[in-house]
């Protein structure tokens, strides 16, 4: 059973634009929820992160919003750069450790100059 | 420089011949995991360790061994590689198990033929 589920699995956007990639989870005990980028040739590095007391976290051009009633959260890069290409994974871990850290199964962005 | 490096980067290899990808990090982290990525099915998560000589499956343990007889180290091991154990791995280390932050390594693409 996929306990985070990602979408889109592919995405292109144009240079300037926004890209939304949307994930949503079932087990309530999750209380963090990273993102990791991975370019190519690389293994994933910790992008942002949100704990689901707060709706919405910034970080210069990439925002995480999260849902909690709705068990939804996304990532929205705004401004998307070709430089922005990469793959992105959404995860879920419980903080006490009564879960482990669990993936979705990934988003390939492609940014067009 | 705070990284988990893995060896070797690239490997091929016969079916039934053993082999081991090692993985150290030098941040004194308690826990540390392996994962296979395959294309479509994202981090997968090998086995894992909450440190010395703790270590426990993951989701996907079958014909793979590990070890953790010191912190820093964390070795995988395929005591006999078939094909569908072909894939892109990486290992991973975190402070504490439970604790978010996850730093991986650049990855070892396996082929078995």
């Known amino acids: 059973q996929q306990q985070v589920k990602q979408s889109p699995q592919s995405l292109i956007v144009q240079k300037g634009g926004i890209s939304i990639i949307n994930c949503a989870y079932e087990n309530t005990a999750f209380d963090y929820f990273p993102w990791y980028q991975q370019f190519p040739g690389k293994g994933p590095a910790l992008l942002i992160a949100?704990?689901?007391?707060?709706s919405e976290k910034k970080e210069g051009r990439f925002t995480i919003s999260f849902n909690k009633s709705a068990k939804q959260f996304s990532l929205h890069i705004m401004d998307s750069q070709p430089g922005d290409s990469a793959t992105y994974f959404c995860a879920a871990i419980t903080q006490g450790g009564s879960e482990k850290l669990v993936f979705g199964k990934g988003t390939k962005l492609t940014v067009n100059p | 420089e705070a990284q988990v490096t893995q060896n070797p980067r690239y490997l091929i290899t016969v079916t039934g011949k053993k082999l081991t990808v090692t993985c150290s990090q030098n941040?004194?982290?308690?826990?540390m995991s392996w994962y296979r990525q395959d294309p479509g099915l994202g981090l997968r998560q090998i086995y894992y360790?909450?440190?010395?000589?703790?270590?426990d499956k993951g989701d996907v343990p079958e014909g793979y061994k590990v070890s953790r007889k010191e912190k820093r180290n964390f070795p995988l091991i395929l005591e006999s590689p078939s094909p569908n154990q072909t894939s892109l791995y990486f290992c991973?280390?975190?402070?504490?198990?439970?604790?978010?932050?996850?730093?991986f390594g650049s990855g070892t693409r396996l082929t078995v033929v």
């Open positions: 360790s909450m440190n010395v000589e703790v270590t």
């Open positions: 941040m004194n982290h308690e826990y």
């Open positions: 991973a280390s975190s402070l504490s198990w439970g604790i978010y932050g996850y730093t």
């Open positions: 949100i704990r689901p007391d707060v």
